[in-house]
């Protein structure tokens, strides 16, 4: 079957295609018409290449193919033409309006820069401002039919991929707590983004809506977490301030390096209003000289030792060495395990009672030897 005349599907979607205008079943020949109706615009997608741009009206296709060649070429290519041909109809003053969900984005969570993950729901209205590019964008080098149902999930595979990029930029302005809060303002101060980057596909925004923002639970749940050990922290650092304040009457930068090490006053700052003695003062002196003593005594004990055993701690003289001998002495030597026969001379075990070499017995179990 020839075709001789090309017709807009129809619809109210933005683009409506007619495919595979030269198959086994059709071929477009010499003659033919398209028909572009009012508000339309036709592009003819020939292997991918697209012709220029037929406005609304009556327009004759001039192929050079006679029905005759034609006919001859299918059959001996069995059936296949070798040419794919498509006729692209899109309705420039048409808005679209749709209702997109954006999957898993990441944003840098503002407080903790904490990378997170979220989903938005969105609405936007669009329309096609450059009918040219978005074929060029939508269509590109494909070699094989362009169905009506893949021209949809296209169309939202352009919208989206400006719309995760704007809102990932937008929301880690904001708390996560207040997404939902301020989707207004977060939706339009996303549009100029998202507005900018349709126009690259062809595309005009028309508007757009924030609806939603959900951030998931785990990802909540490690924000708490977070957020848990801040608050711990700050808790603790707020009392043991507090106390500071407390003894010291305010006056922490009047402190010494010793008194900020021990936390113990040493000029009578901790004593109370009515205690106007200095005896509070010397007490703590004491006390926090004590303590230092204390933890400078581990690292000293090796040392206090070695002088010690040198004599020389308090000016003495060390000892003489053979002093030294004489009053430490030497242990005794360890018993072997052998003891001598007096018969012949041989090793012997000093558990046995009877040589086994020569059958001389000892006088005692142990003796001997």
Excluded at 80 to 106: A, K, M, N, Y
Excluded at 129 to 151: A, H, M
Excluded at 256 to 279: D, H, K, W
Excluded at 329 to 348: A, E, F
Aim: charged content about 20%; aromatic content about 6%.
């Amino acid at each position: 079957m020839y075709q001789s005349i090309i017709r807009d599907p129809g619809g109210d979607e933005l683009i409506r295609v007619q495919p595979e205008l030269c198959s086994s079943a059709s071929s477009v020949v010499n003659g033919s018409i398209l028909l572009v109706p009012p508000g339309t615009v036709a592009f003819v997608a020939v292997n991918g290449q697209l012709s220029p741009a037929y406005g609304p009206g009556r327009h004759t296709i001039f192929t050079g193919v006679h029905p005759f060649f034609v006919r001859l070429r299918n059959i001996l290519k069995h059936g296949d033409p070798g040419i794919s041909v498509s006729v692209f109809f899109l309705s420039p003053q048409r808005s679209c309006l749709i209702r997109l969900g954006t999957g898993e984005f990441p944003f840098r969570e503002r407080r903790f820069q904490l990378t997170m993950k979220a989903l938005a729901s969105c609405g936007l209205a669009f329309s096609i401002g450059d009918p040219q590019k978005v074929l060029q964008k939508l269509v590109g080098s494909y070699r094989s039919d362009f169905s009506p149902e893949d021209l949809q999930p296209c169309l939202e595979q352009l919208v989206l991929t400006p719309v995760r990029e704007a809102l990932s930029q937008q929301i880690r302005a904001w708390e996560v707590a207040d997404f939902n809060s301020h989707l207004t303002q977060m939706g339009n101060a996303a549009q100029e983004r998202i507005r900018s980057g349709l126009s690259e596909y062809g595309i005009q925004l028309d508007r757009f809506e924030l609806l939603a923002i959900h951030v998931p639970d785990a990802e909540m749940q490690r924000l708490y977490r977070l957020e848990q050990e801040h608050a711990d922290g700050k808790n603790r650092t707020d009392l043991e301030l507090d106390h500071l304040q407390r003894i010291w009457k305010g006056k922490l930068e009047q402190r010494t390096f010793s008194e900020m090490l021990t936390g113990i006053p040493s000029r009578g700052q901790a004593s109370s209003a009515g205690n106007t003695s200095g005896g509070g003062g010397g007490e703590a002196s004491a006390l926090m000289h004590t303590m230092l003593l204390a933890q400078m005594l581990p690292s000293l004990g090796k040392p206090l030792a070695e002088m010690a055993q040198r004599g020389d701690l308090f000016g003495g003289t060390p000892p003489h060495p053979a002093e030294n001998a004489s009053t430490q002495g030497t242990p005794p030597p360890m018993p072997g395990r052998y003891k001598r026969c007096p018969s012949c001379r041989g090793n012997v075990l000093r558990s046995q009672d009877v040589c086994p070499v020569c059958g001389y017995r000892f006088p005692g179990r142990n003796g001997g030897g």
